[in-house]
């Protein structure tokens, strides 16, 4: 047996999250399906984020283990002709038999929340980045972000229903970037607590409009009570974009 890695990026649109459900269909269970067809083994993925309904990835990670003799570097072109367009393995390649998406010593994780800040709605964007408004200040937005770098307990910035052991995470980087009307929050971490990264967006938000100030952001942090934050931002301007991991000789050819 052998194990593979697969890069895998998606529109989440029309999927109710990336972990198997009863309710809907979901990226696991499309992946599951096509590699069983592929294989003729009954196979299950291991992904490295449990992205939430609707939301979009450009690199997620997944693994699985087979017998199948297809080489590992060419199972992302013989799934990818299985495949919905809205699902695509960007790459695939051998890691050890013991390695784990989820649980290595120093996982980095980015993601990027997009928004479309005009006095309109721009219909090609309704489906990747979410619609406001109202004009945003990008400069107090910045403010705000800076208080939220660095470790942390984000319990203020998590939802309730979370099943975290803990909520102290670490940020490394939070920037607030703008072209033309669009503004996108990025933030890498080490991990992220359930719908964190939207809460921090809808916070964001806030402070964008004017709402809080961006000391408003320190206080809320420090509160560690999830109802002194804004609202959760819809998932559609939420992106995944890349997970790195700190061994390098494991990364294949990422």
Not at 52 to 77: C, K, Q, W
Request: hydrophobic content about 35%; aromatic content about 8%.
């Amino acid at each position: 047996m052998r194990r593979i890695r697969l890069i895998v990026a998606y529109d989440g649109t029309d999927y109710c999250g990336w972990q198997i459900q009863p309710n809907g269909v979901t990226i696991e269970a499309v992946l599951n399906e096509k590699l069983k067809r592929l294989t003729g083994e009954d196979l299950h993925i291991i992904g490295a984020s449990r992205t939430d309904s609707g939301v979009h990835a450009l690199g997620n990670v997944a693994v699985f283990d087979t017998a199948s003799p297809i080489p590992p570097e060419r199972m992302a072109y013989a799934l990818n002709q299985k495949l919905p367009e809205d699902i695509v393995v960007v790459s695939s390649d051998e890691v050890p038999g013991d390695w784990h998406p989820r649980y290595q010593e120093d996982i980095r994780k980015t993601y990027e929340y997009h928004i479309y800040n005009a006095p309109v709605p721009n219909p090609l964007k309704r489906r990747y980045s979410t619609f406001v408004s109202f004009p945003l200040d990008i400069e107090k937005m910045r403010q705000g972000a800076a208080y939220l770098t660095g470790e942390h307990d984000f319990a203020s910035f998590c939802n309730i229903r979370t099943n975290a052991v803990s909520t102290v995470r670490r940020v490394d980087e939070l920037t607030v970037g703008q072209s033309g009307r669009d503004i996108t929050i990025r933030i890498t971490g080490n991990g992220f607590l359930y719908n964190m990264v939207r809460i921090i967006a809808g916070t964001l938000i806030r402070v964008g409009r004017g709402f809080y100030t961006p000391e408003r952001v320190r206080e809320i942090l420090e509160a560690e009570e999830r109802t002194e934050a804004g609202v959760t931002a819809p998932p559609e301007g939420l992106v995944l974009t890349e997970i790195r991991y700190s061994v390098p000789h494991l990364l294949g050819k990422q």
